[in-house]
């Protein structure tokens, strides 16, 4: 039977479930009746971040355009791009055991894309919520739904897992932010979000990974 949390509170997660390695992290959400003319595109995204709470480098900035963190511990599972039907809207999977060890804690976050040219805000949404399920088995240990009444937050930390003692716990979150995933972006430390840098500044990484963060500059507006 699933843990159910609220705001604030945090929970075991591999001590009371020995053996526990892969994770399905669920996010699903509803839109209220809205006539503004445009779908919901809301998108998950994870943050592998170091004591500082800050990324390392960006590529352990896990979304829709870099789909895996360079351990492959932290994947993407897609962007259904207006929340429509039965079940998790969104979901990343992880691997406790391979994620590296460098990584103290990933959040898990969720961003409304173009939300101010499409004028739309988390008071928009509700029945929000996040899960955790145990991916071999497929059991739900974890939910925490979110009853807070957001206003005009663009982007929430929804939750985060992370590191005590040996073990992995997980933590209640719940927190809103202004400036969508742009804001998220510099909260954690993403160059990509630094609009003073230059390109060849900006992705010190691989091609790929600067091909993929380009188009998020363009999703941002950065």
């Known amino acids: 039977m699933a843990v159910n949390l609220k705001k604030g509170q945090k929970v075991d997660l591999t001590k009371g479930n020995p053996g526990l390695s892969k994770i399905m992290v669920g996010l699903g959400w509803d839109v209220n009746r809205y006539d503004g003319g445009h779908d919901f595109d809301l998108d998950a995204s994870a943050f592998l971040l170091g004591g500082n709470g800050k990324v390392a480098n960006d590529s352990n900035f896990v979304f829709y355009?870099?789909?895996a963190d360079p351990s492959g511990a932290v994947r993407y599972g897609g962007d259904n791009r207006t929340g429509a039907g039965e079940g998790d809207d969104e979901t990343i999977l992880v691997d406790l055991a391979t994620?590296?060890?460098?990584?103290?804690?990933?959040?898990?976050?969720?961003?409304?894309?173009?939300?101010a040219e499409r004028r739309q805000n988390f008071g928009q949404v509700s029945n929000a919520y996040v899960r955790v399920v145990d991916e071999s088995t497929?059991?739900?240990?974890?939910?925490?739904?979110?009853?807070?009444d957001f206003?005009?937050?663009?982007?929430?930390?929804?939750?985060?897992?992370?590191?005590?003692?040996g073990e992995w716990?997980?933590?209640a979150i719940g927190s809103g932010f202004q400036g969508g995933l742009e804001a998220l972006c510099i909260n954690f430390g993403v160059n990509v979000c630094r609009?003073?840098?230059t390109e060849e500044?900006?992705?010190p990484v691989s091609s790929s990974f600067f091909q993929n963060t380009a188009r998020l500059r363009r999703k941002i507006g950065a």
């Open 99 to 115: 994620v590296p060890a460098n990584v103290e804690k990933i959040d898990f976050t969720v961003t409304i894309y173009d939300a």
């Open 65 to 67: 355009s870099n789909p």
């Open 201 to 203: 500044e900006t992705y």
């Open 195 to 197: 609009n003073s840098l």
């Open 151 to 165: 206003s005009i937050e663009t982007a929430i930390v929804v939750a985060e897992i992370y590191r005590h003692n």
């Open 138 to 148: 497929g059991m739900e240990l974890i939910r925490y739904d979110l009853e807070e």
């Open 169 to 171: 716990k997980f933590n």
